[in-house]
């Protein structure tokens, strides 16, 4: 299921902005939204468009092509804004009443997603498509799925600190591959310059991961956040690059491992997992407090920022249907993270 960049969704509440007449807060879903002053009501029907929405160049949206067409988070008057609003007659009055609450128009509207550019030191040869027997690495915000933090939220997790690098997959399924985020790169001597195969040559990722696969009899699929030098410009500021694993799959099985066997194993191959963050015992009583919470983080590997943000997994591995990978986790993303860093 692909991330609903525009969807069909309902204003649940309107607050006046504390610092101008004529704009209002609005709430779609877990998302805070400035509008102005009068134009929607709560219980009314509107398109709503996320952050890293990507807008087509038309006369409609010519108020964002400052920003190339793109929706991100901003501060109006102080308080965050996170999508834009959009009466459903932006999709047109003689279609509109055809769409109802959660129906994606992402593509009726011609959005897509915006991605970063990628450095000319991640580039590499490819090999082909992302492997179809390892899931892509990519967390719903909960910001997103209110319903899942209404549902879960007393369910024993774990807490990590989210790493703003480049998602890397390394694998043995009978051999060893190297994946970016959406495609697996030759592992050879033309792809010598690539962080990704550098890092693997360099600590010898291909023997480890073979030996302790062989002796488990699991193929294993290590997924992570490589962090450093030419990658993000380096927030972190540390020399060199670092890998931290979030996850790994069980190939053979299907199933990601649960936490402690996840922890287990990489100690075992000698490699870092991502900062284990701590969040208070007594459970949330909103998405906002959550966010609140995370806005006031800082970077376990560099305090001089503050967090990207964190991601929430369940203790013991569950299928949950309530997200778009059916696993049960979640990111919470730093909007002041966003407005400094996200330009």
């Not at 779609?28 to 400035?34: A, E, K, Q, R, S």
């Amino acid at each position: 299921m692909s991330r609903k960049l525009a969807s069909i969704q309902r204003i649940t509440s309107i607050e006046p902005h504390p610092n101008a007449d004529t704009l209002e807060i609005a709430k779609v879903l877990g998302w805070t939204v400035i509008v102005k002053k009068g134009e929607f009501k709560p219980g009314d029907e509107i398109v709503y468009c996320e952050i890293d929405s990507v807008l087509p160049p038309k006369p409609e949206f010519e108020f964002l092509s400052k920003y190339k067409y793109r929706v991100r988070t901003i501060k109006l008057r102080k308080v965050i804004s996170q999508g834009i609003c959009f009466p459903k007659t932006i999709l047109g009055k003689d279609i509109m009443n055809n769409f109802h609450e959660g129906d994606d128009v992402t593509e009726l509207m011609g959005i897509t997603k915006y991605e970063p550019p990628v450095s000319e030191h991640l580039n590499g040869v490819v090999k082909g498509n992302f492997p179809y027997f390892i899931p892509k690495t990519d967390e719903d915000r909960i910001t997103a799925i209110p319903e899942l933090f209404e549902k879960y939220k007393t369910t024993p997790g774990y807490v990590t600190e989210k790493l703003d690098g480049t998602s890397v997959t390394y694998y043995w399924n009978e051999y060893f591959g190297v994946c970016g985020r959406n495609l697996e790169l030759k592992y050879d001597e033309s792809n010598k310059n690539n962080i990704l195969c550098k890092y693997a040559l360099e600590h010898e990722l291909e023997a480890r991961l073979k030996l302790y696969c062989e002796k488990s009899g699991y193929n294993l699929a290590l997924q992570g956040e490589m962090i450093g030098e030419k990658i993000q410009g380096n927030r972190y500021k540390i020399h060199g690059n670092e890998y931290y694993i979030f996850s790994i799959y069980n190939i053979t099985k299907g199933q990601y491992l649960d936490s402690k066997d996840m922890f287990m194993v990489a100690k075992e191959l000698g490699l870092n997992t991502v900062p284990i963050r701590a969040f208070p015992e007594i459970p949330f009583n909103s998405i906002d407090d959550m966010v609140k919470y995370v806005e006031k983080m800082v970077s376990n590997l560099n305090p001089a920022i503050p967090v990207e943000g964190v991601v929430w997994r369940s203790v013991k591995e569950q299928r949950c249907v309530l997200t778009s990978k059916g696993r049960l986790s979640f990111k919470v993303i730093n909007p002041e993270y966003l407005l400094k860093f996200d330009q």
